[in-house]
């Protein structure tokens, strides 16, 4: 009969885990940690009908809106038809617009609160 110092160090975790069980929940606490800790030391790698999942992901097809490097500004394609881009002063008159209705509606809150 062969040595191994794997069996040496699980069998010293078995015992170490019963001795830590029995000072705390008696001989029954001592059982349930030395089997509990034997159990998991003597698995068997590779058991069980564990498989690994593929998460893989596929990319999007993006070859439905046609070669989107030649798009500029204001040529926006696709569903729904009606969508375009907008140049820089449209998105800060609109952003504006935003702002004064919001600072508008919190000086009517002031005046009706106070």
């Known amino acids: 009969m062969a040595f191994k110092i794997g069996n040496i160090f699980k069998k010293a975790a078995e015992v170490g885990a019963k001795w830590i069980g029995t000072k705390i929940g008696g001989p029954v606490g001592g059982n349930f940690a030395g089997k509990i800790v034997g159990s998991l030391l003597n698995k068997k790698p590779g058991g069980g009908d564990y498989q690994i999942q593929d998460t893989g992901v596929a990319p999007p097809n993006l070859s439905q809106f046609g070669n989107m490097a030649t798009y500029r500004p204001g040529d926006a394609k696709g569903v729904p038809t009606r969508l375009e881009t907008l140049d820089g002063n449209d998105l800060t008159a609109y952003w504006d617009?935003?702002?004064?209705?919001?600072?508008?509606?919190d000086a009517q809150y002031k005046r009706t609160l106070t």
Do not use: F
């Not at 617009?97 to 509606?105: E, Y």
């Open 97 to 105: 617009r935003k702002l004064m209705n919001a600072m508008g509606k």
